[in-house]
């Protein structure tokens, strides 16, 4: 039984959730011959009360990261965890993350260590549901021609319930008034959030070094109860839908409220659902669907990735 000891950065429901699904499947690991110890667990208020394991160190420094093996970064942001792992990454060891944002916007600093196998993302993209992994390998042998998806459970929230009569201010209330969305919700409703999950994605399927800023994104705020009911009646759905396709020489990715036939796999996922269709020469239109967010399914997959690492498998590669 070899030792490995894991540290994880922020303690809110994400990782709440993984600390306790690592103790849940204690069993799994003890297969493989593996016992996990949680070195620390980096949070910014100590006298806050958590549901996770008894026994489990909790702290407001970062002075464990020299003991871990492999950390798990749950705190989100741009800048500040890159700050607090810079340190960590550069001694070579692997970081599981589901932070799209600073995968999407530090890229020029993080991709040697992608490139290296030292960086597992499956969860910054429609979080449990595996869409990451078979980009990064099965789907690498068909020649990719385009992608839609809806990436947003917020976006997916006010406009369904705009479809039930309700105008936009009062549907992103209540949107947040159930934690849904921020305040100010302008990552979610901006469409910057599915741009971050749009420019992971594209990396693996368009050009490794695909950047942020040619993204283009259009928010779903300006949308109106009228253009709801306009698409309803020509049989059609109004959803925040991320696109990447050819265009010319190079690639077009848009994030944009579109209108799209009530029998579209997208509109056809769920009102709760994530939604990717993928198409490419070889293997055709795969389409994907799940939950794409939420504690425990985020967990999910961060706890594979861990599993993944443990077993000897690289972390997500961007095309070379």
Not at 26 to 33: C, Y
Not at 116 to 136: D, F, Q, R
């Amino acid at each position: 039984m070899r030792t490995v000891t894991v540290g994880v950065l922020g303690s809110g429901t994400v990782g709440q959730d993984v600390l306790n699904l690592i103790e849940r499947r204690q069993r799994v690991f003890a297969d493989i011959g593996v016992e996990i110890v949680i070195a620390g667990v980096l949070v910014r208020d100590v006298t806050k009360p958590r549901a996770i394991p008894a026994g489990i160190r909790v702290t407001d420094t970062c002075d464990f990261l020299q003991e871990c093996n492999v950390v798990i970064e749950c705190m989100g942001g741009v800048d500040r965890p890159l700050d607090l792992l810079r340190s960590y990454l550069r001694s070579g060891r692997p970081l599981i993350t589901a932070n799209k944002a600073m995968l999407a916007e530090r890229w020029n600093e993080l991709r040697e260590y992608a490139l290296g196998g030292k960086l597992y993302y499956e969860a910054s993209v429609m979080a449990g549901t595996p869409v990451i992994g078979p980009m990064s390998t099965v789907l690498r042998a068909s020649t990719f021609t385009r992608l839609q998806a809806v990436l947003n459970g917020t976006c997916l929230y006010i406009l369904t319930q705009m479809e039930a009569g309700k105008d936009y201010a009062q549907a992103l209330a209540e949107a947040q008034a159930l934690g849904y969305a921020e305040d100010p919700p302008t990552l979610d409703v901006g469409g910057f959030d599915t741009a971050h999950k749009l420019t992971v994605m594209a990396r693996f399927c368009a050009d490794g070094d695909f950047a942020y800023d040619d993204v283009q994104v259009q928010g779903i705020d300006r949308v109106t109860p009228q253009d709801i009911q306009d698409a309803h009646a020509a049989g059609q759905r109004i959803k925040l839908v991320a696109s990447l396709e050819r265009d010319g020489d190079g690639w077009a990715a848009r994030v944009a409220p579109q209108r799209l036939p009530n029998d579209h796999p997208l509109c056809t996922a769920g009102d709760n659902r994530n939604a990717l269709v993928y198409e490419a020469e070889e293997s055709g239109t795969l389409i994907f669907a799940g939950g794409g967010a939420g504690g425990m399914v985020t967990a999910s997959a961060m706890v594979g990735d861990l599993l993944d690492y443990l077993l000897g498998f690289p972390g997500h590669v961007p095309l070379h």
